[in-house]
């Protein structure tokens, strides 16, 4: 992502014990084409088994620095060169369109701001990408504006997800803590 990128926003929330680690797994935020490049051959050696990046610049009254279309171009060519498949997070039919320029093998949420145009998915088929719309995105954070962690309790989130990791999720989210508070109302708007 970009700095000041969606993803990038969340490490602030993370308990300053955790941050530094939590920053070294998931977040890569590449400032030229050979730093991008640099970043997917070091994933590729610590044995990742794809890359995700993210294009969503946000939306509502959350906006977050989008990354430049020409470094997620790098970013998929070093994947197609490590032979790692690329997903792009996307906000927008602008962030689909550039996430199948740079070649990519999926798209992850899809469009929260506009309607897809057809002419969009016709290349998505055509390229054999695949498209996760990840529908419970728009309910997961409504029900988190509204402190539930409804969410959470589904079947199916308790058998894919760490019984640990589901209670500090639960805990975060339902914190007093300014933090907590400031983050829900960054989301209230989108």
């Given amino acids: 992502t970009a700095q000041g990128g969606h993803g ?6 993370v308990p300053e014990s955790l941050r530094s680690t939590i920053e070294e797994q998931i977040v890569r935020l590449p400032k ?5 490049r640099a970043q997917v051959a070091a994933l590729k050696l610590r044995g990742v088994d794809g890359i995700k990046a993210i294009l969503d610049a946000g939306g509502g009254t959350t906006h977050y620095n989008r990354l430049d279309p020409r470094l997620l171009k790098a970013i998929g060519e070093a994947a197609r060169q490590a032979g790692l498949p690329l997903v792009v997070h996307t906000g927008d039919s602008q962030d689909i369109a550039d996430a199948l320029d740079a070649g990519t093998n ?3 949420h899809g469009s929260m701001r506009d ?3 057809p002419a969009l998915f016709a290349r998505m088929k055509q390229m054999g990408v695949s498209y996760d719309p990840t529908l419970i995105v728009i309910e997961a954070i409504q029900a988190f ?9 589904r079947p199916l989130v308790q058998q894919t997800a760490p019984s640990g990791v589901l209670t500090v999720a639960k805990q975060l989210l339902t914190s007093p803590s300014t933090q907590m508070d400031s983050m ?3 989301y209230a708007g989108y």
């Fill in 32 to 36: 030229s084409d050979e730093e991008a």
């Fill in 115 to 117: 309607v897809v145009p």
């Fill in 106 to 108: 999926g798209i992850e």
């Fill in 184 to 186: 829900r109302a960054g």
């Fill in 145 to 153: 504006v509204q402190g539930s962690t409804g969410p959470l309790d």
């Fill in 8 to 13: 990038d926003e969340f490490i602030k929330y």
